[in-house]
């Protein structure tokens, strides 16, 4: 009898957002995916990094989800959705679309069978500066957390289908002149447990990914040990080199490092950020592609097992080498070197054909009665 749990390996589309929904398709296949989490971006969103559109979502109907759930089951493939945003700061206007689209998001993911079929919709959380910057300003974003997602995940919790966060600070989402580095509020562990004693509905859960803690110099598997393993829903696979910098000894690992007069740092021979991105000292890495990196996986993925975590890890593809470098080999070489890295940890020994996955179920066609959409003024 094995003892491992024969995790499904998935890809995150947000790397082939030149590609249509078929080519897609066709490319988890090719390079050994069991599923793919569809990014499900705004199109008239304005957040410019790695995002894509794979669903036509304002004309998302029951046929729609019956035809995708036959597309997706012809191909032996499982998905999830998503998009990333900020839904309790920034420009007021922006926030609300934001809202209103993972309402839309919610609502398809019942049409495609939610819960039932392991349909979940990712998303951000965001962060209010202008609470942020006020005494108790964490405080005041908790609050206006639950202000805003209270009703959103009641009604996710309705329709049979679970909101997952993910732990991204969003480390360059504003410019790099502004001094603090922390964008999005599940960016940490504590503030994930609070967030979920605020609204302790089980329609919401998370996402984790390891490379986000790894520059902030916390361990993963400890993470992993403290983490409610019930709200663990999606493991994103990406990982971080921590660099060995003059810049990482000038502003030190715990802090950003700080945008001043380049006149100034020139005369004082001190680094400053080249982009807004450039700020923690880290290069963004696929385990296994290209040189070892500052975690270890063979600890997470045991650590993970041991707890009973049995959903996808989902290959979120940001590596400077691989889907940075904008060669669509390069990308799918990414793709399938981190598959075989992870497959003899998640899957058993096959005489003929090695690590193997052992197929799922396929998908339900539910047929659900179709429900119109709704904007969050309505809840």
Known sequence: MSNKLNNPIWVMSSAYDKLSLEELIQTAVKVGAQGIDLCVFRKDGTREDHTATHLEYDEFTPESASRLI????????????????????GDPEQRIKNQNHLLKLIRIAYLLGG??????????VGYNHELGNEIDG????????????????RYAESLGVTILYENCPMEGWRSSRFTSTYNNLPATLAARKLMYAMIPSKAHGE?????HDVWQNTDPV??????????????????TRNLSTRARVEWGGMYPMQTVDASLAQAAGVDVPQHDWDRHHYEAM??????????????????LQSRGYSGPFEIENEAKNSKDTGNFA???QGFTTCINFLAPMLWDLDVEQGYTYRSENKLKNVHVEDIPVVTIDQL
């Open 222 to 239: 400890e993470v992993m040990k403290l983490t409610d393993i019930n709200r663990l829903h999606r493991i994103h696979v990406k990982t």
């Open 286 to 303: 696929l385990p296994g592609f290209g040189g070892s990196d500052s975690m270890d996986w063979r600890g997470f993925v045991d650590t």
């Open 207 to 211: 996402i984790y990914d390891p490379s």
């Open 70 to 89: 036959d597309q997706f089951n012809a191909n032996g493939l499982q998905l999830s959705l998503g998009a990333f945003e900020n839904m309790i700061g």
């Open 330 to 332: 390069a990308t799918n």
């Open 138 to 153: 964490f405080q005041k974003n908790l609050e206006k957390y639950k202000e805003v997602f209270e009703p959103i995940v």
């Open 115 to 124: 819960d039932t079929n392991n349909v979940k919709v990712g998303t951000f």
